[in-house]
């Protein structure tokens, strides 16, 4: 394991040369197959071809091992496999599937590579691809980084390739014709004399063949798809719109109990004493038991969620105290220590020009920016199921690190990481909060106290946001020189907490050294050619632990380099917009500036009387994403009137699902950038519930038009791109309304919208 | 006590001050109706007793009528049988995550039963109370529009 970790440490989080070091071995290791998990437990006469496709006589599975927080992945995943496997995606059975290392994902690590995406050369391909390889060491099977279709876009269709030229095979040799002779559609292989066999009645003789080779090449051109681009139902749309979606939080099961805890509102903060009496007679309450997995704290097992919230609120807690700093003024404070301090030097992955002799040779334009650390808050509170058998752990939830899981699951138990089945159901939204599992080491330790017995720990919405390891706060420092109304010197400098590593860390047990990407991604990698260009990395000390957030380092990073390059074009007294583009030097991000430009009539930013309009751009997740928002100054405060959203996703797979994403990530970024932060109290969040944390509400929702652009050559995912333009783009046209520039989130605290 | 849930009458033997959400969804079963906040933010909890929405989370069984009639997204349409706002919300498809879309739906059904053409500002200001957290709002403004239209026709 020493190598492994070597590699891993390296790659993850540094790059290139020592990725290029990593690669005898790792590939060594990553090129052994895996074995398929659908081998084991296939009944008599049913096919499982890889790990994507089972068919038996009764129906056809597919496995859809990304999970779904709401982007539609278990929908997109189906498609890709339908579109060469011939079905009507609708008519299959869709399941993630018992979670297995075949499920690595080769795509989430790739943008750690200090290469930023507009940049295509070979030695970058090259550099990104190695990204698998320590993923599929660790048995990554992880959902995030928006790369569920980057990744799964050729291994799903292959998939559904192999599986349907498979039974081809056997039908060929049933009809006594060659397999090239056979077509197939809807579930059917057709025979030249139009005879036709169903896949299902296949299945068993298509399970004694070698599954047939094919290859990347081997599958159809976009132009003879008939899903994958083509606007589809969501597999999941119907049960949503009727209540019959099972999330895990709705699983029932015979004899279950339901769990609740109150843990230490200071994350890692021991448990010192309790007092448990007073909840010990109360109706419904069957056990109480202390916690130490996950956070300390004290559980109620009842008969009934409500019993068992009701019952841990009566219990008396002696808290110990965790090891950051209480208040959020001491966080800001070891902020504001860190910034621009050698000793917190992290890294400089862009460095351009001479930025100190233009900074010296005038008098810099300079400014400020913060963004507070955030809450996930998804709608559905944490939650899981958990029976602990004789010799195996049944664990219910929704999820995005099930190997994870596992394996910390058999830990606390003390049993093989075999022993634990974990069933990954549907979850009502993430945000990256479910790339954590706090609240599964608790639930295991809770359903140790009731063998045998089901128990269904909820986090009560208190609980969940006082748990939540939030998007780290950020501080920025910027610094900036313009000449002959053009920006000429940019140099911007970004502090908050490493996050990957501590996060590796918590789950693994691993240490990874080296610097943090995560706190100047969206900063240090946009495609702007600027004569004297730096983008520096100071890396606080660890404060309270933290953890990603939707687009993750681009969501603060997002704010801060386009707002401040925003002021730089002002002061250089240049149009916003023909300014960027002026700047760019990447094709495709140029084109989406221009589409947004034209999509929302741009004609400067001033719109007359109290109105204006601002432009703000991010490349993230390899997506460049532009947008345009629209605003008046009213009496009943600033109103968010219009809203442009242009993207290059390099190819659309799923565009009604696509639009819905990047309004959807359009949306979350105005909501925490107007409404949401979370300030430490006494080591915990002083917003813990929906009327302090708002988020957007349906009146403040701009009217919102979104364009897609497919310039790039390569798939994309786009659970994440259009948020890191929101916040500036808002702050640039608020700044352009009525003069105030903000330079802080949420906006609520510095004007009143309407 | 008895409730009618979607339909069918139900027994229940719980503490007068249980919500009704959790008599719903941990007594009986009924779980279209969700867990968000438990304190009247989100909406996700929404039923309709004796026809107008109601967040389940802040009605205790005990202060309900004996018998009282309470609809669930469930009760309001099946799969097979779908209520027109259901059907909106699939043509749209609104849900993503779709956890606040029970919620969302069956304060949608309550405000077209009371008012079948509504317009812009009132489903603003109706729909403000139900929280999204994945935005799925420029659909839900949507799909109520194309609902209103398919009850008006009806
Ligand atoms: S759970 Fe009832 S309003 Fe949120
Ligand atoms: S669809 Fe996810 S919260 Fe509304």
């Known amino acids: 394991m020493g190598a492994v970790k070597t590699i891993a440490r390296r790659s993850f989080l540094i790059g290139s040369a020592a990725i290029m070091g990593g690669v005898a071995f790792g590939t060594y290791m990553a090129a052994r197959p895996i074995a398929n998990p659908l081998e084991d437990g296939l009944a008599e006469g049913e096919a499982a071809f890889n790990p994507y496709v089972k068919i038996s006589s009764d129906g056809i599975t597919l496995i859809t091992p990304r999970a779904d927080k709401g982007q539609g992945s278990y929908s997109i995943q189906a498609h890709l496999i339908a579109e060469e496997l011939d079905i009507d995606p609708n008519s299959a059975t869709i399941t993630p599937g018992a979670p297995g290392p075949a499920y690595y994902n080769g795509a989430v690590l790739s943008e750690g590579v200090p290469i930023p995406a507009y940049v295509e050369t070979q030695v970058a391909e090259t550099a990104r691809a190695f990204m698998a390889v320590p993923a599929k060491l660790f048995e990554m099977q992880m959902t995030g980084g928006s790369s569920t279709v980057p990744d799964m876009f050729v291994k799903l269709r292959l998939a559904g390739a192999v599986a349907r030229e498979t039974l081809k095979e056997a039908a060929a040799r049933q009809l006594g014709v060659s397999r090239s002779e056979l077509t197939t559609r809807d579930g059917i292989v057709v025979a030249p004399d139009g005879q036709e066999l169903a896949y299902t009645a296949l299945a068993a003789e298509a399970a004694k063949l070698e599954p047939v080779v094919m290859q990347e090449a081997d599958l159809r051109p976009a132009s003879e798809w008939r899903i994958l681009g083509k606007p589809f139902q969501r597999t999941d749309i119907v049960a949503k719109s009727t209540g019959t979606e099972v999330y895990g939080i709705d699983l029932q099961l015979e004899g279950m109990r339901y769990a609740a805890i109150c843990a230490n509102p200071g994350i890692g903060g021991a448990l010192e004493s309790y007092d448990a009496s007073a909840a010990e007679g109360m109706r419904g309450v069957e056990k109480i038991v202390e916690v130490k997995a996950g956070n300390a704290g004290v559980a109620v097992i009842a008969t009934n969620s409500w019993y068992a919230f009701r019952a841990v609120e009566a219990i008396e807690c002696v808290w110990g105290t965790p090891d950051y700093p209480g208040n959020s003024s001491e966080h800001w404070e070891a902020l504001e220590a860190s910034i621009d301090s050698e000793a917190h030097f992290d890294h400089r992955q862009r460095n351009e020009g001479d930025v100190e002799v233009s900074l010296a040779s005038a008098t810099p334009f300079e400014a400020e920016y913060r963004a507070p650390y955030l809450a996930h808050a998804p709608m559905e509170p944490m939650n899981a199921v958990v029976q602990i058998g004789e010799d195996r752990i049944d664990i219910w939830t929704g999820t995005q690190i099930p190997l994870f899981i596992r394996n910390r699951a058999a830990a606390i138990a003390g049993m093989d990481n075999d022993a634990v089945h974990v069933h990954v159901l549907p979850m009502g939204g993430s945000f990256g909060h479910r790339l954590e599992m706090t609240h599964i080491e608790q639930a295991v330790e809770i359903a140790m106290a009731m063998p045998g017995t089901p128990v269904k720990l909820t986090w009560s919405r208190e609980e969940d946001m006082s748990h939540d390891y939030p998007r780290p706060a950020a501080l920025m420092r910027g610094r900036g020189v313009v000449a002959d109304g053009k920006v000429d010197t940019f140099d911007i400098s970004v502090c908050q907490q490493g996050l990957a590593g501590p996060w590796m860390g918590r789950l693994t047990g691993l240490t990874l050294g080296g610097p943090d990407a995560t706190i100047t991604t969206g900063s240090w990698d946009q495609p702007f050619g600027i004569p004297n260009y730096r983008v520096t990395g100071y890396r606080a000390p660890d404060l309270v632990p933290v953890s990603s957030w939707r687009s993750v380092g681009a969501s603060t990073n997002g704010f801060f380099h386009d707002t401040f390059l925003d002021e730089l074009i002002h002061e250089a007294g240049a149009d916003p917009l023909e300014e960027r583009i002026r700047l760019c030097i990447h094709d495709e991000s140029r084109k989406v500036l221009e589409a947004v430009g034209e999509l929302s009539g741009w004609d400067g930013a001033d719109m007359g009387e109290g109105r204006g309009r601002g432009v703000g751009f991010c490349m993230s997740f390899g997506v460049p994403c532009a947008e345009v928002i629209e605003v008046t100054q009213t009496e009943a405060g600033l109103r968010l009137d219009k809203a442009y959203v242009v993207a290059d996703v390099g190819q659309a797979l799923d565009p009604v699902n696509l639009e819905a994403q990047l309004y959807g990530g359009l949306i979350f970024g105005l909501a925490h950038a107007i409404n949401s932060e979370l300030t430490y109290e006494n080591y915990r969040p002083a917003q813990v519930n929906y009327h302090a944390y708002e988020g957007l509400r349906l009146y403040q929702t701009p009217q919102i038009e979104v364009k897609v652009l497919e310039n790039a050559g390569r798939v994309r995912g786009v659970g994440e791109p259009s948020l890191p333009p929101a916040a500036p783009a808002l702050g640039n046209a608020i700044f352009a309304a009525t003069g105030q520039r903000i330079r802080e989130m949420p906006f609520n605290k510095f004007i009143d919208f309407a | ?154």
């Open chain 2, 1 to 154: 006590m008895k409730l009618r849930v979607n339909g069918q009458d139900m027994q229940l033997d719980v503490d007068p001050e249980m919500p009704l959400l959790w008599a719903l969804r941990d007594e009986l079963g009924v779980t279209g109706p969700k867990y968000g906040c438990g304190i009247a933010q989100c909406g996700a909890c929404t039923v309709h007793v004796d026809g107008l929405a109601v967040r389940s989370c802040q009605m205790n069984v005990g202060s309900m009528e004996d018998g009282a009639d309470v609809t669930t997204i469930e009760g309001l349409g099946q799969p097979g049988a779908l209520h027109a706002v259901q059907e909106a919300w699939i043509e749209h498809q609104v849900a993503q995550c779709g956890y606040c879309q029970s919620g969302q739906i069956m304060q949608a059904a309550n405000l077209l039963d009371l008012n079948d053409d509504p317009d812009d500002a009132t489903i603003d200001a109706v729909m403000s109370a139900n929280l999204c957290r994945c935005g799925t709002y420029p659909r839900i403004r949507a799909a109520i529009k194309t609902a209103a239209q398919k009850l008006r026709e009806a």
